[in-house]
């Protein structure tokens, strides 16, 4: 049991010793282009933390991680690679402006629960199709996903520019052209914001902040998705199949069956990844509607080691770097390249770090095995 605990304190601390690396690296490039990497970290650190708007930033853009992070986690539990969490967000996403602004008259309660399931089924659907050919024809998954990819980023674009592009709006101020969206989502399926729910414990969040409940309903889908990878059934499969296909189906589980239900799964979770950006932020999709959080996802489940809540985690130290590069691109002048660097070292030193720490434990139980 002792050794236990320590093979779990040293997993524990492989992260923080690659996120030491990470920002030693950083203070590295930092001193090459002429900067103070004490004082940029300050500065980092001050304006992530020391203001309350900062926090609430930063949890904002923390949400569609969690959700991108949880889809991609899911996929890679039953040993596939769903690279595809980019283009199910999309297709979600339209879904759910589609319906938001197409349906008028509805009740909030009735509304809301119907956008975000318009959101997982758009992510769903887009995730058949590799599926299918994965388990059905043995078409490498990563391949599809990546040319659907392509495949709904196109597609997106056409049909909010040519099919359901609002002609009704205005010109832009200063601009002189309309801005090329969807019509505005209907009142009664935006997102309410946490503002009047924090105020009643004294915290008083600034109206410029767009935190809303989708935070709290993405912390409750990692509790959930938790709970079914290690307390249900299903999840016992999922886990079985990801560790070798063959000696799970040697034992009664249908890996075919077991991974097209994980996968589809994977992209229902996907498709809610831009609801907190529609339903708060913009109240409709436009062609500039933020792209990448699928991309991010991976970078965010390897990080988190596809534990619920290492994604939590990983997700808001994405958030406080992001928050912390205007910080420093603010105060410090230091070029948005850097930060970027900083993230690309730090992810790159936990996914090794986690591999050669996870090889030294089985490495060590093996030989406790043998030893036995």
Do not use: C
């Not at 499969?237 to 034992?251: D, I, M, Q, S, T």
């Amino acid at each position: 049991m002792r050794k236990r605990y320590r093979y779990l304190a040293l997993e524990m601390a492989s992260p923080l010793v690659a996120i030491a690396f990470a920002v030693l690296v950083g203070a590295v490039v930092m001193g090459a282009i002429g900067k103070n990497p004490v004082e940029v970290y300050r500065i980092m650190f001050t304006f992530a933390f020391r203001r309350l708007d900062s926090v609430g930033i930063i949890l904002f853009g923390a949400t569609p991680l969690v959700f991108s992070g949880l889809a991609v986690a899911i996929s890679f539990r039953v040993g596939l690679f769903n690279i595809g969490v980019e283009g199910q967000y999309l297709i979600g996403t339209f879904l759910a402006a589609l319906t938001g602004f197409a349906l008028r008259g509805l009740p909030s309660f009735i509304h809301l629960p119907l956008v975000i399931a318009m959101a997982a089924l758009g992510g769903l659907l887009w995730s058949l199709l590799p599926i299918y050919l994965k388990v059905r024809r043995g078409v490498h998954e990563v391949i599809t996903t990546i040319m659907l990819n392509y495949i709904a980023f196109s597609l997106i674009h056409y049909l909010i520019a040519d099919v359901f592009m609002d002609k009704q709006q205005g010109l832009m101020p200063g601009v002189g052209n309309p801005l090329i969206r969807l019509p505005k989502i209907a009142p009664s399926a935006l997102m309410p914001r946490m503002h009047g729910f924090l105020a009643l414990f004294g915290v008083d969040l600034p109206r410029h902040v767009y935190l809303n409940w989708f935070f709290p309903l993405g912390l409750l889908l990692a509790v959930a998705v938790h709970y079914l990878i290690w307390r249900t059934a299903f999840g016992y499969e999922l886990r079985a199949v990801g560790h070798n296909p063959a000696a799970a189906e040697a034992a009664g589980i249908q890996p075919a069956s077991v991974q097209t239900k994980a996968f589809l799964l994977s992209g229902l979770i996907a498709g809610m990844t831009g609801l907190s950006d529609l339903l708060s932020y913009f109240g409709y999709m436009d062609l500039d509607f933020p792209k990448g959080y699928g991309f991010t996802g991976i970078a965010v489940a390897l990080m988190g080691k596809n534990s619920p809540l290492g994604i939590v985690l990983a997700a808001l130290l994405f958030g406080f770097l992001s928050r912390g590069a205007e910080g420093v691109q603010t105060f410090a002048a230091v070029p948005m390249d850097t930060v970027v660097i900083l993230q690309g070292v730090m992810i790159l030193s936990i996914v090794v770090a986690s591999a050669v720490m996870g090889r030294y434990i089985r490495r060590q139980e093996r030989k406790e095995a043998l030893g036995a």
